[in-house]
């Protein structure tokens, strides 16, 4: 069974820190594309940005570039998404994501919230 | 970056009723057109890619047609567990995009 568990979110002050990490299993992660997607409290999906199979291509949103950082360990099954100078407008649940290259984004992990808040 | 727009922003339907969403792209994303379901607290769930290709285990009611820059998603009888928000997402061209939303309310 595909599994993709988010952690490490939680209450930050703006213009911190904060790294995200997804733990997936049941599937050959190493094989697959993957995306964090971001969803601001009573808003729609915005998709934040993504890292091919091997890790050397990334893509981003225009509104994290040079502040967030994709990354993953195929060692380990892990994502990671590096936060920084974090904004007000980053405050939002964020989800892991696979993506198929053929259906787009096939499965979800359950999200997990980041606050950023004075 | 490519826009997506559903319309309507809300639907009120009832048990039975045939209900269409549409999707509009800012330009051709072909056939690069997913459909997710979400509940509230829940995460999205895909059902359709490619514009018209139904995924595993959804049911055969949800069906998606369109190409270029018009879409739709059609549940043919809406069902009780089917009352939710709607979104498109074209996977053309990065950045990928979603639709707002389409929340579909119970009449």
């Known amino acids: 069974e595909v599994q993709l568990v988010e952690s490490g979110g939680g209450l930050v002050q703006p213009g911190g820190s904060l790294r995200l990490s997804c733990a997936a299993s049941?599937?050959?992660?190493?094989?697959?594309?993957m995306n964090w997607v971001r969803q601001a409290p009573g808003k729609g999906l915005e998709w934040v940005a993504n890292?091919?199979?091997?890790?050397?291509?990334?893509h981003y949103v225009d509104s994290v570039k040079g502040r967030f950082t994709i990354s993953r360990d195929d060692a380990s099954n892990s994502l990671y998404l590096q936060m920084n100078s974090l904004r007000a407008e980053d405050t939002a649940v964020y989800y892991c994501?696979?993506?198929?290259?053929?259906?787009?984004?096939?499965?979800w992990g359950q999200g997990t919230l980041v606050t950023v808040s004075s | 970056d490519i826009q997506m727009t559903q319309s309507p922003s809300t639907l009120s339907a009832s048990v039975g009723d045939r209900v269409t969403i549409t999707c509009r792209a800012s330009?051709?994303?072909?056939?690069?057109l997913a459909w997710y379901q979400q509940k509230p607290g829940k995460a999205p769930k895909l059902l359709m890619y490619?514009?018209?290709s139904l995924e595993r285990g959804v049911p055969s009611r949800f069906s998606g047609s369109g190409s270029g820059t018009e879409f739709t998603l059609t549940i043919s009888s809406l069902q009780p567990d089917d009352f939710a928000t709607y979104y498109c997402?074209?996977?053309?061209?990065?950045?990928?995009?979603f639709g707002q939303g389409t929340k579909v309310e119970i009449k």
């Open positions: 490619k514009a018209s």
């Open positions: 049941g599937f050959g992660f190493s094989y697959y594309l």
């Open positions: 997402q074209q996977y053309s061209s990065y950045s990928w995009t």
């Open positions: 330009q051709s994303v072909s056939t690069w």
């Open positions: 994501a696979r993506e198929d290259y053929m259906s787009g984004l096939d499965y």
């Open positions: 890292i091919n199979e091997g890790g050397r291509e990334t």
